[in-house]
C-alpha cells in the first residue's frame, strides 16, 4: 500500500541529544513537509522540500536539520540546540501544488518527549 | 503578516447541523483547506476551496468567500465518530499554513 511511514512513533531524549525522526514516502510525491503540533496548538511548518537535494526553512525552523538525498526520504533531526523539542512530530507529502488543490498525506506521527 | 482565526472548542449533539468557522489574512492564498485530526492521529484532507461558495461532499459543506477573508465548514447529521478537531488550512505559495484548530465533541 503507498503512504508515509514515520518512525519512531515514540522516542524518549536526554536533554542535549540530537536525536533523528524518519520519513519515508512511496507516494511518488515531489514535495515533502514536516510539522510541529503542541497540544492545543495548530501545525506550525518546520522544513520543506520541493524537489531532491532542495529544501527550505519553514516558521519555526531554528534547533531542526533536514536532508533530502532521496525523492522517498526526508529525515529531521532534532537538535540540542532545540530549547522545547517535546512535541508531536508529522511529517507530509504532496503531488501538487497548492494551486492545483494538491493535499497533504500525513505519516501517523513520532512523538518526541525531551527528559 | 499571517493570521487563520478558529473557535478552540465547540460541542454539538448527535444528529444536530454545527458550522465550524475560519477567517484568514494571509499574505497570499491559494486555496483553503479543512482537514480532520481525531486525538493522537494524524490530520486527513475533507476539503478543498478555492473558488467563492459552497462545496459539498457527504455531509460535510465547506464555504468560502476570499473578499471577506472567511471560511467556515458546515457538518449535518453529526455522528459521534466526528468528534474530533477540525483544521483549517491556508495554501500561501509552496506552503500550507494552518490555524489552530476547532475542537468538537458530539454529545448523544
Known amino acids: 500500500d503507498g503512504g508515509i511511514t514515520q518512525s519512531p512513533k515514540y522516542l524518549f531524549r536526554k536533554e542535549g541529544q540530537n536525536v533523528t525522526l524518519s520519513c519515508e514516502q512511496n507516494l511518488n510525491h515531489d514535495a515533502m513537509y514536516w510539522y510541529r503540533q503542541d497540544p492545543g496548538q495548530g501545525l506550525r511548518l518546520i522544513y520543506y522540500?520541493?524537489?531532491?537535494?532542495?529544501?527550505q526553512k519553514g516558521d519555526i525552523a531554528e534547533g531542526y536539520s533536514v536532508s533530502r538525498e532521496k525523492k522517498e526520504s526526508f529525515p529531521l533531526t532534532v537538535t540540542s540546540a532545540q530549547k522545547n523539542p517535546t512535541a508531536f512530530y508529522l511529517c507530509a507529502s504532496s503531488m501538487d501544488s497548492f494551486q492545483l488543490g494538491g493535499e497533504l498525506f500525513f505519516g501517523e506521527g513520532s512523538r518526541l518527549t525531551v527528559l | 503578516g499571517q493570521n487563520i482565526d478558529q473557535p478552540t472548542e465547540m460541542t454539538a449533539t448527535e444528529g444536530a447541523i454545527v458550522q465550524i468557522n475560519c477567517t484568514y489574512q494571509t499574505s497570499g492564498f491559494n486555496g483553503l483547506f479543512w482537514y480532520q485530526q481525531h486525538a493522537g492521529e494524524a490530520p486527513t484532507f475533507l476539503s478543498y476551496?478555492?473558488?467563492?461558495g459552497l462545496e459539498e461532499k457527504g455531509r460535510f459543506s465547506s464555504f468560502l468567500s476570499r473578499s471577506k477573508g472567511y471560511s467556515y465548514l458546515l457538518l449535518k447529521e453529526l455522528q459521534m465518530k466526528d468528534s474530533a478537531s477540525y483544521l483549517c488550512?491556508?495554501?500561501?505559495?509552496?506552503?500550507?499554513?494552518f490555524g489552530t484548530g476547532t475542537r468538537l465533541q458530539v454529545f448523544p
Open positions: 488550512a491556508v495554501g500561501n505559495t509552496d506552503k500550507l499554513i
Open positions: 476551496n478555492v473558488l467563492d
Open positions: 522540500s520541493q524537489i531532491v537535494n532542495d529544501f
